[in-house]
Every structure is written in C-alpha cells, then in structure tokens.
C-alpha cells in the first residue's frame, strides 16, 4: 500500500520559511514524477515544485528564487524549503507521487497518490 505522509505545515507571519516533509512509503521508484502542488479556497490545484522523469526541477513562476524542493531516494522522502512566505503561499500542500512513464510533472490529473496535506497560513 502506497502511502505519503506530508508534515512541516503550520502558521507563520510574512517573510518567515516553513520546511514541509513527504515521508513515501510503498512505492520506491525514482523514474516517475513526484512533487508539491498547493490548493487555497475557491482557487484550482497549482504545481508548486514538480521533479520529471529526468530529474529536472519545475517551479511555479510565483514561488521562484523562494521555495527549493529536494528528494533524498534513500530516505524516500521529499522536502520543500519555504522561505520569504507571503500571505498568497496560504493554501493546503500536497505530496503527490505518479506511477505514469511519461509523465507530464506539471500536471496534477498525471498523479496517481497524494498525501493528505498540510496546512500553510503566512500572515501580514
């Protein structure tokens, strides 16, 4: 049973970093895409950080220079480091896993397992 467990989320003020965990268990091949998508309320699923096939790093244009995602395969875990949060980061993140060949990393409907997400609130 594949199962991602994401931790790190919580409530912090404007300008301060936030480390958010994926701990993957049940499914350990590197060649699929994996990253972090972020909800917020009324808005749809947006990738965060995305990691493809090849290994290469997406970032979404508002969380460039500020977010860094990173995989450790032999821990099975995926991180994000936040830093410089903004009130406009608030939103549920999600790990996501795809068992796809091919996948496109960007798009959420290319990933088969979520986590249940953690909450990030960043306040004025």
């Known amino acids: ?19 958010l965990s994926c701990a ?4 350990t091949d590197s060649r699929y895409c994996m990253g972090w998508f972020r909800q917020a309320p009324g808005k749809e699923r947006e990738g965060v950080a995305v990691i493809d096939t090849g290994g290469r790093i997406t970032y979404a244009d508002s969380v460039k220079g500020r977010f860094t995602t990173s ?17 406009e980061d608030t939103a549920m993140y999600y790990c996501a896993q795809s068992t796809k060949y091919g996948c496109v990393a960007v798009d959420a409907r290319e990933y088969t397992y979520w986590g249940q997400g953690t909450q990030v609130t960043v306040s004025l």
Do not use: H, I
Request: no cysteine; hydrophobic share 30%; glycine share 12%.
């Open 24 to 27: 993957v268990s049940g499914f």
């Open 1 to 19: 049973q594949v199962q991602l467990v994401e931790s790190g989320g919580g409530s912090v003020q404007a300008g301060e970093s936030l480390r």
């Open 71 to 87: 995989q450790d395969n032999a821990k099975n875990t995926l991180s994000l480091q936040m830093d410089s949060l903004k009130p």
